[in-house]
């Protein structure tokens, strides 16, 4: 048997066990709130254009470094048409509107080579669709999640098209107006992209910057987003690189097919009001 001091002893122990755990609870329940309170505040720094500098310039393109995609197996039984015509002389490998949409393109003395539409996901080429919004005709909607931009059209239609956009970090959003357009735009990285890149350099400003052309990462259009009236350094243009359409890479302006977004221009009024989500 405990003596009397031996089972005081042992009480005394065991409520200072009990009280090191309540107070080891309430330090971690205390840390979990203010985790939490971090967890679900606002990032607001994406809609800062102050903070957003030469992060969205778009990144040179070097057909050199692009990577050709894997080749795709061609299906050779078609279960969608069963008739004797269909497996005899099968179908087009894709809509005929498309390959006239996505050909060869000779715009403004520049040739402008065909998608290979073989090697791109068809759910980012062009087409018009049912889109249910509360925005106005001719706003242009950017949903950087799903990569598509949609122009939106009276009856509840939209012209959707499929788009690339920056990796996490690289990315705006907000409410802004297509301030100005230009066709087969220059392009002068900052000084601080050159520092960052000094493969860069031969087109730097010092340089005279990169005329309008094929491997211009602007493209053949591009469109200028402004804020209150404030470049917000966030831009909608073509891209040489087709392949990174409907991908997350590179810096954070929006690219688009060429051929798209020769489309886009000539449809987009001036003014046009602009939403990123």
């Given at each position: ?9 042992f009480?005394s122990a ?12 309430a330090?971690?329940?205390?840390l ?6 971090c967890l ?12 957003f ?7 040179y ?11 795709q ?5 078609r279960?969608l ?9 099968g ?6 509107l498309h390959r ?5 393109i000779?715009?403004?003395?520049h040739?402008l ?14 087409q018009e669709i049912?889109?249910s919004t509360?925005?106005?005709?001719g706003?242009?909607?950017?949903d950087?999640?799903?990569?598509y931009?949609?122009l ?9 098209y499929?788009?690339?956009i ?9 409410r ?5 357009k230009?066709?087969?735009?220059h392009?002068?990285?900052s000084?601080?992209m ?7 350099r ?9 005329e309008?052309?094929l491997n ?18 966030y831009?909608?243009?073509g891209?040489?690189?087709w ?6 890479t590179s ?5 688009m ?8 221009y000539d449809?987009?009024?001036a ?5 990123v989500?």
């Amino acid at each position: 048997m405990l003596s009397k001091r031996s089972s005081q002893q042992f009480l005394s122990a065991g409520a200072g066990a009990r009280a090191r755990r309540l107070v080891g609870l309430a330090s971690g329940t205390a840390l979990l709130s203010v985790l939490s309170g971090c967890l679900f505040v606002t990032d607001t720094s994406r809609m800062n254009i102050d903070v957003f500098q030469d992060e969205v310039a778009p990144v040179y393109y070097d057909p050199a470094r692009v990577q050709p995609a894997d080749p795709q197996p061609v299906p050779q039984k078609r279960e969608l048409y069963t008739t004797q015509f269909h497996q005899t002389y099968g179908l087009p490998v894709s809509n005929p509107l498309h390959r006239v949409m996505y050909g060869t393109i000779r715009d403004d003395g520049h040739t402008l080579p065909a998608i290979p539409l073989d090697r791109v996901d068809r759910s980012y080429l062009r087409q018009e669709i049912d889109y249910s919004t509360n925005e106005a005709p001719g706003t242009i909607v950017v949903d950087t999640k799903a990569r598509y931009l949609y122009l939106v059209q009276a009856g509840g239609k939209a012209i959707r098209y499929g788009v690339g956009i920056g990796r996490d970090g690289f990315s705006w959003s907000g409410r802004g107006t297509i301030q100005t357009k230009q066709k087969w735009p220059h392009w002068t990285p900052s000084n601080e992209m050159v520092a960052r890149q000094p493969d860069l350099r031969p087109i730097s400003a010092e340089e005279g910057g990169l005329e309008a052309g094929l491997n211009n990462p602007l493209g053949a259009r591009a469109l200028y987003i402004y804020q209150d009236g404030k470049d917000t350094l966030y831009r909608v243009h073509g891209t040489p690189d087709w392949q990174s359409v409907g991908k997350a890479t590179s810096s954070g302006c929006v690219r688009m097919f060429n051929q798209d977004v020769i489309d886009l221009y000539d449809r987009v009024g001036a003014k046009a009001p602009i939403v990123v989500i």
